[in-house]
């Protein structure tokens, strides 16, 4: 089996800047994470873009789609920031002939205690799993992007209505 990964950036590649005293979103992390999960199967990274999700709009949801509908591989994974996550999986719900999942991380992959790598090997399991359509994994959760919201408060991800 062979997954294709496409990064968008979002926090989960965010790397601090010293000299300026803030974070920015840099290079994809995840080849940094599956190597640490020592994965055993095959994939692709693609880096589609490098944006906070808050910075993204209708056209770079479009790249995203598009990127994803001419991918030959059925399995996907997204890194993508947590803000606007569900908004991208609400686009891709176009897209039937393939499993998608998003994932994502409110902490930077490489800090000591982010949820990243936890979120990314239980996106990865879930991806294999599942049936073709669109999911969010969050907090060891599958979640339908016409239905999650994100508790800024709780600092997860919960289907919407829950916890309100």
Known sequence: MKIQIFTVGGTIDKIYFDAKSEYEVGEPNIDWVLGQLNVGFQYAI???????SLDM????RRQVLAAVQACPLERILITHGTDTMADTGRV???????TIVLTG???PAKFVGSDAMF?????????QALPHGVYIAMNGRIFDP??????????RFEDAGEGR
């Open 146 to 155: 016409r239905r999650v919201v994100k508790n800024r408060e709780a600092g």
């Open 92 to 98: 891709l719900s176009a897209v039937t002939d393939k």
């Open 105 to 107: 991380a409110m902490q």
């Open 46 to 52: 693609t880096s589609l873009m490098r944006k906070d």
């Open 119 to 127: 979120n990314i090997g239980f996106a990865l399991g879930a991806l």
């Open 57 to 60: 709009d209708d056209e770079d």
